[in-house]
């Protein structure tokens, strides 16, 4: 009778290996599918659990706060669509965008040291939420740039030379993140792409606010001093391609600061071919063409064309950007803020500080050069030009009474369509503490559209 | 180390287990860590060392394996439904409180189990009529009638009677168990017994289809059955009445699937549960998705997604028959692992007990106990994480529920009694026990060593 029970025995055996296996199958083979199940609600309430932590503006503006529903929190965005470009969204079915996505591991406090601290919260009986964030964002600049820029499409950056942090962002159209559930389906058909913030992910061929790049490369190569003299006929042909100044004008005598103070296209083609086209572009790529700019969140790559593609004509439509060259308004601001800063550009960033819900500081964004395309010597050159650009030439509409504003317009052509309104600007000039760069999609001059957006920036985030 | 101090040895995890689980639960409960949570560990120490005192008294020369694992079992047990439940837990604790008092009752009156045969008529009646007595006074809760209420306690007397009716069988086979090995014909080489004597296979048969129309207790029915089955192999060591009892039983499941709708839906959700999955097939499937979410080493006590905003369970009856889905989640496959060995621990251990008797009674005795015991703890868990089509059963001692605790304390009371028996009767081979000794030759050193 040994025999039957052994047998026995091993039959429940074979009964809990059988167990152990299938257990296995279920938490470890099949673990990642069952948890992506559609009908597995689990994450996502759990998400709903977790008081994400706050995200306020430099000024102390609430921008990303929770609503307490039962056990459940609900994602709330005061300011409606003003942030949406940068901040995102936190949506339950569609993801989560912006600083949203980027800092989601603070905001939901699983990250590194937030991990501890939330363990020790449970042992003190702290309740457990995400970390805050403080961003670089002014909101009273924001609000300014979004207004000034208004309901045309196109992007508004402002940001602190000295630091690299981000004053304002503005990129429209945008969307309310509040909505963005509902709004989902249109605003991804919506042509204008309201998802697109301009601001960093939009390329538009720069016009003549690229001319602060062929002059910075002109000055620091010698090929050209301020003082050097041109003429313009009003036509100028490089490779059978002629080119014309904005508004077919003729400027006769003139030197290089007034080339660039009134963006002399013909005396630009001329600069930009004398410096050829590798020079060109090792200067763009030395102010950021080509790289995606250093910060958390999405950019594109501005772009100018490999030299080796380029003829004669090519150049002399590059060095007065247009052509093939494109670039994004934070690029501009980058490039602006080289000038600005004694020729070194500074990441950008908008995190300013991560802190702890007893607003202690778990993590603080420090400055940091990202290039340094040019001399300071250089970079003062090139602002005594933006300068006399507001003084005397096309920007004159940046001018601010009591502060010198150095600035450079564009008028950028596009093929069968009304011209990209561009203005970069810093004040003040002879201790800059904001860029600016603005955008205005097909809406016309530089000089006309777009330096008045810039000056009431500047005025904003100066405080006058 | 002794027998008996072994298994005061292999009580301390057990209890370092219940006092620092209830301290986890509770800190993750109340956010603070107070003497209140280690009470339960305190109950825990009194209980089993009650129980340990009891034991050494009682029963000196059982098996010291099986009341430490007993009491892991039912410490990670009373650890989950607190976690899930603190008002259940503390009902919980009060049955464990009655479940010791029926073990020692149990351990101190059944101080021979020659008495259980004697009385083995008795016995029977009284277990079928506990089943009876569900049929028909049961209340149907959950599509099957289990519940039976006495003023405000209501108890499942199916889950004393599956016990008693072991004791039965393991009686009435020791006495037809020669005439079963008779061989009269031959047919095609197969020994076959008169068909008259198929008379007990056929009773239980009749018994299981009877659970399973009248009180739609598949799983009662199930273990029943099978644990019947290992009882008549053993008894008569033949494969055939395995074989007519599997034949038989898939007969009638397949008339009752054809028949019934219950039947048939809890085999199609097992199929495929996703065809409903908010429905009929959210039960399994949620228990899949808690499972899964555990991974392999849990998500910790209580910091699995187990209740719902609405205060409600996501898993329906998950303090009972779907716990082993909760302690996936937040102990993990390690935890899930733990509990199957556990239960392995115990199979093997019971069936040693069987090996080592040299009595009929004693080895039929210990067979289908441990049989019972192990086929339950199988259907649930194989339920639960859809090896099997899912029949509502309690885990042993690790699910929520008095009568499933009171019931089992009373088997564990029993195996430990028929493991000193044989002890204490069969070591010396005094000769005091040997009933029918005579006939199977000697017993080869290779049984099941511990």
Known sequence: ??????????????????????????????????????????????????????????????????????????????????????????????????????????????????????????????????????????????????????????????????????????SYPRYDPNEIDSLWKDINADPDTPLLNRAAQGLYPPGSVFKTIVAAAALETGTATPETAFTDTGTVTAGGYVVRNYGDQSFGEHDFTEAFASSINTTFAKVGVELGADTLAAYAGEFGFG???????????????????????????????????????????????????????????????????????????????????????????????????????????????????????????????????????????NDPQVVVAVLVENAGTGGGVAAPIARQVLVKALGL | MSTRNRELVFLIPALVLTTLGFALVYTQKASTLSWSSLTYGALFLALFAIAHIGRRVLARSADPYLLPVTALLSTLGILMIY?????????????????????????????????????????????????????????????????????????????????????????????????????????????????KYLAPLLIVWVLSMALMVFMKDLGTSLLFFGALLALIYVATGRLFYVGVGIVLFLAGAGLLYLGFPHVQTRVDIWLDPWQDPSGKGYQIIQSLFALADGGVLGRGLGEGYLILQSGNTIIPALETDFIFSAIGEELGLVGGVGIILLYLIFTYRGFRVAVQARDDFARLLATGLTSIFALQAFLILGGVIKLIPLTGITLPFVSYGGSSIVANFALVALLLRTSDWVARNEAGDTGQGALVGAGRGPRTAAGMES
């Open chain 1, 1 to 170: 009778m040994d025999r039957p029970i052994r047998r026995l025995f091993l039959v429940f055996t074979l009964l809990f290996v059988a167990l152990l296996i299938q257990l296995t199958y279920v938490q470890v083979w099949a673990a990642p599918r069952l948890k992506t199940d559609p009908a597995n609600t689990r994450a996502i309430e759990e998400e709903m659990k977790v008081e994400r932590g706050a995200i306020v503006s430099a000024d102390g503006v609430e921008l990303a706060v929770n609503r307490a529903d039962g056990q459940y929190f609900l994602r709330e965005y005061p300011q409606g669509d003003l942030t949406s470009p940068w901040l995102g969204y936190n949506s339950l079915r569609y993801g989560r965008a912006g600083v949203e996505r980027v800092y989601n591991e603070e905001l939901s406090g699983k990250a590194g040291i937030l991990g501890i601290t939330s363990y020790w919260d449970q042992l003190l009986g702290n309740p457990h939420r995400g970390a805050d964030l403080k961003l670089t964002v002014d909101m009273g600049v924001q609000r300014v740039a979004a207004e000034a820029l208004g309901d045309r499409n196109g992007a508004v950056v402002a940001l602190d030379p000295r630091t690299g942090a981000i004053l304002a962002m503005v």
């Open chain 1, 291 to 429: 790289k995606v700019p250093p910060w958390p969140l999405a950019g594109a790559k501005s772009f100018f064309p490999d030299p080796g593609d380029m003829d004669k004509a090519h150049v002399a439509q590059a060095a007065f950007g247009q052509g093939e060259v494109l670039a994004t308004p934070l690029e501009m601001a980058l490039s602006t803020a080289a000038i600005a800063n004694g020729g070194t550009i500074m990441k950008p960033y908008l995190v300013h500080q991560v802190l702890d819900y007893h607003q202690n500081m778990l993590q603080e964004t420090k400055p940091e050069a990202w290039l340094r395309p040019i001399s300071s010597e250089t970079a003062a050159s090139v602002r005594d030009l933006m300068v006399e650009t507001v003084r005397n030439g096309t920007g004159t509409a940046a001018a601010i009474g009591g502060v010198q504003v150095a600035g450079k317009t564009g008028t950028a052509e596009v093929a069968d369509d009304e011209t990209h309104a561009w203005f970069v600007a810093f004040a003040p000039a």
């Open chain 2, 83 to 195: 976690r899930l439940d603190e008002k259940l837990a503390l009902q919980q604790a009060m049955w464990l409180v009655v479940g010791l008092v029926l073990f020692l009752l149990v351990l101190a009156f059944v101080r021979d189990i020659r008495v259980l045969r004697d009385y083995r008529f008795l016995i029977g009646i009284l277990g079928l009529l506990l089943l009876l007595m569900t049929a028909v006074f049961g209340r149907e809760i959950n599509g099957a009638k289990l519940w039976v209420a006495f003023g405000p306690i209501r108890f499942q007397p199916a889950e004393f009677g599956k016990i008693l009716l072991v004791v039965f069988f393991a009686g009435y086979l020791v006495d037809i168990r020669e005439v079963l090995t008779v061989s009269t014909r031959r047919i095609l080489g197969v020994p076959l017994p008169p068909l």
